[in-house]
T-cell receptor, first 115, second 115 residues
Framework: DAGITQSPRHKVTETGTPVTLRCHQTENHRYMYWYRQDPGHGLRLIHYSYGVKDTDKGEVSDGYSVSRSKTEDFLLTLESATSSQTSVYFC??????????????FGPGTRLTVL | AQSVTQLDSHVSVSEGTPVLLRCNYSSSYSPSLFWYVQHPNKGLQLLLKYTSAATLVKGINGFEAEFKKSETSFHLTKPSAHMSDAAEYFCVADGPYNQGGKLIFGQGTELSVKP
């Protein structure tokens, strides 16, 4: 499982409240990612990080922010949750294989419901 | 632009019969290609990956995939389906290296296995 944990695993919150999801890895990988999964859309990249304090936007970053103050933790914050952010959120890390082949491994996911 | 198309949103087979999940890709470069499986309420698990070392790739649980550059395809097969294979399967390509390792997901194929 590449040593990835996500917390919380389930959360129900109300519209307008801030929410922070945590991704924790134990293997010191440089790259970490946040995706959301919705029916009919597969997985879409929200933000990613390529090192401590180094982050960049993905394709669906509006309404989300991230922070990475330590190598092992990558936080995703919904500044003011909306019902459209109801989704399953996955964190991933990227490993470097032989010959430069990179592979992403995913965490167990967080199911977020915004009422 | 790069894209991944899974040709069937749903495939149903009987236990013990072959499985074929179809995937085509479009890319201006030679991508690495992956198949991931997602069982209900679980995270994504890597089945196999193609990295240009060999066109026929063997993965876990008896699955394999063949990369055909002339057809831009990377179809997933298994000789004999098992009930535990029922899940959603994603064909994935890696994006350009200068985009932080972004992955490009197909829409997913749901595999049902009948007894």
């Amino acid at each position: 499982d590449a040593g990835i944990t996500q917390s919380p695993r389930h959360k129900v919150t109300e519209t307008g409240t801030p929410v922070t999801l945590r991704c924790h890895q134990t293997e010191n990988h440089r790259y970490m990612y946040w995706y959301r999964q919705d029916p009919g859309h597969g997985l879409r990249l929200i933000h990613y990080s390529y090192g401590v304090k180094d982050t960049d936007k993905g394709e669906v970053s509006d309404g989300y922010s991230v922070s990475r103050s330590k190598t092992e933790d990558f936080l995703l914050t919904l500044e003011s949750a909306t019902s459209s952010q109801t989704s399953v959120y996955f964190c991933a890390i990227r490993t470097r294989g032989r010959g430069g082949t990179d592979t992403q491994y995913f965490g167990p996911g967080t199911r977020l419901t915004v009422l | 632009a790069q894209s991944v198309t899974q040709l069937d949103s749903h495939v149903s087979v009987s236990e013990g019969t072959p499985v074929l999940l179809r995937c085509n890709y479009s890319s201006s470069y030679s991508p690495s290609l992956f198949w991931y499986v997602q069982h209900p309420n679980k995270g994504l698990q890597l089945l196999l990956k193609y990295t240009s070392a060999a066109t026929l790739v063997k993965g876990i649980n008896g699955f394999e995939a063949e990369f055909k550059k002339s057809e831009t395809s990377f179809h997933l097969t298994k000789p004999s389906a098992h009930m535990s294979d029922a899940a959603e399967y994603f064909c994935v390509a890696d994006g350009p290296y200068n985009q932080g390792g972004k992955l490009i997901f197909g829409q997913g194929t749901e595999l049902s296995v009948k007894p």
